[in-house]
């Protein structure tokens, strides 16, 4: 068989999770699957994949093979679209992923601006509040807000964001602004145990000594952080969330922000995608259009203080 398709076959299993998924992906019979990942595995002496009753996964060696095979594959078909003459017209399925309400407020716009200026793209999302192995669930760019671990990734810096301690003007007036973090300990928390905020447990903060932490009890403890800007807005007590995340509610004078002296360093925003120097037209455009959105927001470039 045709190394290529025997390529194709194998990472839309690995994708899918299955050879049944994999088989209505490509559009040919659920055996052929089957046999274009034997004679793979027989040509190359190794199992890459797991197979239980209820998912198909790469081993180890099958995540090094992956992610190979979709960068020479991605690497044919830009060769493909060169000697056509329409590499610089993006077409194809892209799969983009980014936290949740993040993704909503600032990746969405850019994905629906895509997509009608590029109308041979096709797109997935995945929004949401985890981290996603990108090569594991196919991911072609993502948009991470954090330091990076290492990676193979490649990356570009696009802003940052504070986490930040905010109100109502109503429960400051009711209750006062505290001065100082241990004054914390006397007023209302509300906390959101969504992406990486701890619901109960330290909140760090940076002061002129170094590092500190402050021990919260939530008077209300949320899994999202809508629901916890929510209840700030109503009056209930102070939250912690991310810059962006209440950007507008900031701007509206719905909620003010407390304390911004001992905010942590502002946390990077990066688009992360998989595809090396010569990235495919479809990513190549996505990640120019993204950076250009995300850079020219204020919500995504701010410092602390302002």
């Given at each position: ?28 019979s659920p055996p052929a699957v089957t046999r274009a990942v034997a004679a793979l595995e027989d040509n190359l002496g190794i199992q890459l994949l797991q ?256």
């Amino acid at each position: 068989m045709d190394k290529f398709h025997l390529m194709s076959v194998f990472v839309a299993v690995a994708e899918q999770q299955g050879f049944a998924a994999a088989a209505r992906k490509l559009g040919i019979s659920p055996p052929a699957v089957t046999r274009a990942v034997a004679a793979l595995e027989d040509n190359l002496g190794i199992q890459l994949l797991q197979r239980t009753t209820r998912i198909v996964r790469p081993t180890e060696a099958g995540l090094r093979y992956l992610e190979d095979a979709r960068r020479i594959l991605s690497d044919v078909e830009a060769a493909a679209d060169a000697a056509a003459g329409i590499n610089a017209q993006p077409r194809g399925h892209l799969t983009v992923t980014a936290p949740a309400l993040f993704g909503r407020i600032f990746v969405l716009p850019t994905l629906i601006e895509y997509l009608e200026t590029f109308p041979e793209t096709r797109m997935s999302s995945l929004f949401l509040d985890r981290i996603v192995n990108m090569l594991e669930e196919g991911v072609d760019v993502g948009v991470c807000i954090g330091e990076l671990p290492d990676s193979s990734m490649r990356a570009l810096r696009v802003g940052s964001v504070r986490l930040m301690l905010c109100a109502s003007p109503a429960y400051r007036q009711q209750h006062g602004r505290p001065e100082t973090l241990q004054a914390l300990e006397g007023h209302s928390i509300i906390a959101s145990s969504a992406g990486s905020s701890a619901a109960l447990g330290d909140w760090r903060f940076n002061t002129k000594t170094g590092p500190q932490s402050i021990a919260v009890r939530p008077r209300l403890s949320v899994t999202t952080n809508d629901a916890a800007i929510e209840a700030a807005i109503r009056g209930l007590g102070i939250t912690r969330v991310l810059s962006y995340q209440v950007a507008e509610h900031i701007s509206s004078g719905a909620l003010e922000v407390l304390l911004s002296d001992f905010e942590p360093a502002p946390r990077p925003i990066h688009i992360v995608h998989r595809e090396g120097r010569y990235a495919s037209a479809k990513v190549r455009a996505l990640v120019d259009l993204l950076a250009q959105r995300l850079r020219a927001n204020p919500a995504l470039n701010q410092v602390p203080g302002e």
